[in-house]
């Protein structure tokens, strides 16, 4: 007889524990293997440029340009912050350009990630990046005077 009464409270446990109320068909996605603290390594353009005239030129911004930073945290809360440098860039002539800071950006929010793609959501949030060889990177794709493409490494 206990046994009937307690079938029933089985099957609810089971009913309970099997569905949430948040499953639609599609999960949040979450790839541990994004967090953590991410530093920008990389801010490319489409042609080389000897910014710093050093004698060497380079696509990367950060060869260049001593006042570019950014920083990238992604918690295990499905939290994230983004501190990043705006960068300025102005045509010269004949095919030059000069690189500058002019202040830094700040946003937060939340995130998901898949196992190719990092997505942002919040104030100021930044397009997604696509994770690439271990790092994230945030495809622009503009010829100069603008930027192709930021890249982030995780930090050690």
């Known amino acids: 007889m206990k046994t009937l009464k307690i079938l029933p409270l089985l099957v609810l446990l089971i009913s309970l524990v099997s569905c949430s109320s948040d499953d639609d068909g599609g999960s949040t996605l979450i790839n541990s293997d994004v967090i953590g603290i991410w530093d920008l390594v990389e801010v490319n353009i489409s042609s080389a440029q000897d910014i710093d005239n050093d004698g060497t030129p380079s696509s990367n911004l950060l060869d260049e340009v001593d006042c570019i930073s950014g920083t990238l945290l992604i918690d295990g809360d499905l939290a994230w912050t983004l501190e ?8 010269i002539t004949g095919g030059l350009f000069f690189a500058d800071c002019s202040g830094n950006s700040s946003s937060s929010g ?16 930044p397009v997604p990046f696509n994770i690439i060889n271990g790092q994230l990177v945030h495809q622009v794709g503009d010829a100069l005077p603008g930027v192709q493409s930021y890249v982030y490494a995780l930090r050690p």
């Not at 990043?84 to 045509?91: D, E, G, N, R």
């Not at 939340?110 to 949030?125: I, K, M, P």
């Open 84 to 91: 990043q440098s705006i960068v300025t860039i102005t045509t």
């Open 110 to 125: 939340t995130w998901t990630a898949s196992e190719t793609l990092v997505s942002f959501s919040g104030d100021n949030a």
